[in-house]
């Protein structure tokens, strides 16, 4: 918590990784359940992980902060990405990021986003939680652009809980409102997602910076169904745990089918960031691979 509160501690952990590893682009060190936060939720983190103070249901909603209470709790995001991009060298992208709107109504229901059952049956709460969790995050993301970032992005770790349909009818809507109201400046990632998911005019179409997909897609795919912007993926984060030997043989079987694809346009990464007690040398074979193989 101190180090995402503090900008001058956020801006250095940043940084750190970029230095390390020579990564393209640096990211907010932040969390994404700081808009529950401002929203009066409370948060601690544990060593269970991050615990909310109390859930969200019928009655609690009635709890929440309106906007303007809420709003100031946020503004050392804004700090932190000005000190990390004074911080950055002039060659590295900066980008910010908020969680989605589903995935931050799934963690105030469950306390988590690693399951949406209860999430899913309390569905009739979720426009009316967006009325006020939405404006929030717009004064987020602008406060974040403001600062320095280049783009912002949504990450919808529990996208992938819904059926296809209802993500389409409950979500799309809430997203458009973000993505209408920045257009080419908010990339979209979505963890457990498919086709059926993001064939969408709001995804193949839109002003999305671009769209981010986990590791179970397949890249060309994604290249097809996303033609604008960029496509940012995906290698398995669980490979990463691999020992030398093999994790040299899965990055052939990764980049190989790539050399023959246009790859515009793509930002190499993990599916899903790097697990914890990943060996550091498999990221650096991870980048040194990559960068000798498709210069």
């Not at 401002?38 to 948060?43: E, P, R, Y």
């Not at 932190?80 to 709107?101: E, H, M, N, W, Y």
């Not at 296809?164 to 209408?180: G, S, W, Y």
Request: glycine share 8%; net charge negative; charged share 25%.
């Amino acid at each position: 918590m101190e180090l995402c509160k503090k900008p001058d501690l956020a801006a250095e952990v940043a940084l750190g990784p970029v230095l390390d590893f020579d990564f393209d682009a640096a990211i907010l060190f932040s969390d994404l359940l700081f808009p529950l936060e401002a929203l009066g939720m409370g948060l601690e983190y544990t060593e269970r992980g991050p615990q909310l103070g109390w859930k969200l249901d019928q009655m609690t909603r009635l709890k929440l902060r309106d906007i303007e209470e809420a709003w100031p709790n946020l503004l050392f995001q804004g700090e932190a990405v000005r000190k990390t991009r004074q911080l950055l060298p002039a060659d590295k992208s900066l980008i910010g990021f908020v969680g989605g709107p589903w995935t931050l109504f799934v963690y105030a229901v469950e306390g988590t986003h690693k399951h949406a059952l209860k999430a899913i049956k309390e569905l009739s709460l979720f426009a009316g939680f967006c009325e006020t969790l939405v404006p929030l995050l717009i004064r987020n993301i602008e406060l974040q652009l403001l600062g320095g970032a280049e783009i912002v992005m949504i990450f919808d770790t529990a996208a992938g809980e819904l059926p296809p349909d209802v993500f389409k009818a409950e979500v799309v809507p809430q997203l458009e409102t973000l993505a209408h109201k920045f257009p080419a400046k908010l990339g979209y990632y979505s963890k457990g997602t498919n086709r059926d998911h993001l064939n969408h005019s709001l995804f193949t179409e839109a002003g999305w910076a671009g769209i981010g997909v986990d590791h179970k897609w397949d890249l060309r795919e994604a290249f097809d169904l996303f033609p604008r912007g960029f496509v940012q993926g995906n290698f398995d984060q669980t490979l990463l745990l691999s020992n030398p030997g093999e994790l040299k043989r899965s990055l052939k079987d990764f980049l190989d089918p790539l050399l023959k694809t246009d790859r515009t346009g793509w930002i190499c990464g993990l599916g899903h960031g790097v697990l914890p007690t990943t060996p550091e040398e498999n990221v650096r074979m991870l980048v040194n691979t990559v960068r000798e193989v498709l210069r």
